[in-house]
């Protein structure tokens, strides 16, 4: 097992990306803020869609922008940011993104409804988009959508998700994402995809990405830690989902899997009570209680 994991925290871009209410520009970057001082390792702070189809993330290069400026510069912690075609790599290049991440929906039908690409078209494309980002000096992390089943399709095979994950392996990308964007993945699934994975190369670094929608998720996370992951991108207050699968669900709660990985003696550094503070600022502000547990009920004091 890894003796250190890394936390992406997803919820100011995944987390926010389905809500009917916009969170102001000022109030996202305060909690970017508080996000940078808990101490997890990188944070994807939006993506760069049309404002139409989402508007939550409209003010994503506003944000980048700001944060590129000297005078707010984050220290300690990379900033990602989603893009899904060519235009929204050259925003993101344009306002400062230190991390790229883009995908590939193994579902045909779900990457049509996401990208307006089937699954070929969009593999060829990314490849060449993850290219040109690293010949301008940004990191990039490429992920494989629908890894775990669809909403749309059910069951996708696993040996379509590996060879994506080849595909991307063949052209040189090592940092691959595992997204389990309708929440259909159960721990003995995970166990044996990353199997496969990691027979395709050992050098790949995987994370994994997982949804509650059928209350797996931690468990998946422990399941992927077994296997030798390292990488989690989770969202604050359990919040998120993608606004183009059938049904939407919240991502699996940072405080809540940080919480685990500290009674497990990892990553006792994260600062727990600043997403705790940052969740109830989310109850307030969407006047609903959120997914998450231990904002609620607290941390657990360690033996």
Same mark, same amino acid.
């Given at each position: 097992?890894?003796?250190?994991?890394?936390?992406?925290?997803? #919820?100011?871009?995944?987390?926010?990306?389905?809500?009917?209410?916009?969170?102001?520009?000022?109030?996202?970057?305060?909690?970017?803020?508080?996000?940078?001082?808990?101490?997890?390792?990188?944070?994807?702070?939006?993506?760069?869609?049309?404002?139409?189809?989402?508007?939550?993330?409209?003010?994503?290069?506003?944000?980048?922008?700001?944060?590129?400026?000297?005078?707010?510069?984050?220290?300690?912690?990379?900033?990602?940011?989603?893009?899904?075609?060519?235009?929204?790599?050259?925003? #993101?290049?344009?306002?400062?993104?230190?991390?790229?991440?883009?995908?590939?929906?193994?579902?045909?039908?779900?990457?049509?409804?996401?990208?307006?690409? #089937?699954?070929?078209?969009?593999?060829?494309?990314?490849?060449?988009?993850?290219?040109?980002?690293?010949?301008?000096?940004?990191?990039?992390?490429?992920?494989?959508?629908?890894?775990?089943?669809?909403?749309?399709?059910?069951?996708?095979?696993?040996?379509?998700?590996?060879?994506?994950?080849?595909?991307?392996?063949?052209?040189?990308?090592?940092?691959?994402?595992?997204?389990?964007?309708?929440?259909?993945?159960?721990?003995?699934?995970?166990?044996?995809?990353?199997? #496969?994975?990691?027979?395709?190369?050992?050098?790949?670094?995987?994370?994994?990405?997982?949804?509650?929608?059928?209350?797996?998720?931690?468990?998946?996370?422990?399941?992927?830690?077994?296997?030798?992951?390292?990488?989690?991108?989770?969202?604050?207050?359990?919040?998120?989902?993608?606004?183009?699968?059938?049904?939407?669900?919240?991502?699996?709660?940072?405080?809540?899997?940080?919480?685990?990985?500290?009674?497990?003696?990892?990553?006792?550094?994260?600062?727990?009570?600043?997403?705790?503070?940052?969740?109830?600022?989310?109850?307030?502000?969407?006047?609903?209680?959120?997914?998450?547990?231990?904002?609620?009920?607290?941390?657990?004091?360690?033996?």
């Amino acid at each position: 097992m890894p003796d250190k994991i890394f936390i992406h925290e997803v #919820g100011m871009r995944d987390g926010l990306q389905v809500e009917k209410e916009t969170v102001p520009t000022e109030i996202k970057i305060k909690w970017i803020n508080e996000i940078a001082e808990s101490g997890v390792d990188i944070i994807q702070c939006g993506s760069f869609v049309h404002p139409v189809k989402v508007p939550a993330m409209a003010d994503t290069d506003k944000i980048f922008s700001h944060f590129s400026k000297p005078e707010n510069k984050l220290n300690d912690v990379i900033l990602s940011g989603l893009v899904l075609n060519e235009k929204g790599l050259e925003r #993101g290049v344009a306002c400062g993104v230190e991390m790229f991440c883009m995908g590939v929906s193994a579902s045909d039908t779900h990457s049509r409804k996401n990208t307006g690409m #089937g699954t070929d078209e969009a593999v060829e494309r990314i490849i060449n988009m993850a290219k040109t980002a690293v010949s301008s000096g940004k990191s990039i992390q490429v992920s494989v959508q629908s890894a775990f089943g669809c909403g749309f399709e059910g069951k996708i095979p696993e040996e379509k998700v590996l060879g994506i994950i080849s595909e991307y392996a063949d052209a040189g990308i090592e940092n691959i994402s595992l997204a389990d964007t309708a929440g259909h993945a159960y721990p003995v699934q995970v166990e044996s995809m990353i199997s #496969g994975v990691h027979k395709i190369n050992t050098k790949l670094k995987i994370s994994c990405h997982f949804h509650e929608t059928y209350g797996l998720g931690i468990a998946n996370c422990y399941a992927a830690y077994k296997m030798g992951v390292k990488y989690f991108e989770t969202a604050f207050a359990g919040l998120g989902g993608c606004p183009f699968t059938a049904k939407a669900s919240g991502n699996v709660c940072t405080e809540d899997l940080v919480n685990m990985f500290q009674r497990m003696g990892l990553r006792n550094d994260i600062k727990t009570e600043k997403f705790i503070d940052i969740s109830k600022e989310a109850e307030e502000f969407f006047k609903r209680e959120m997914p998450g547990k231990v904002y609620r009920m607290g941390v657990l004091a360690q033996d």
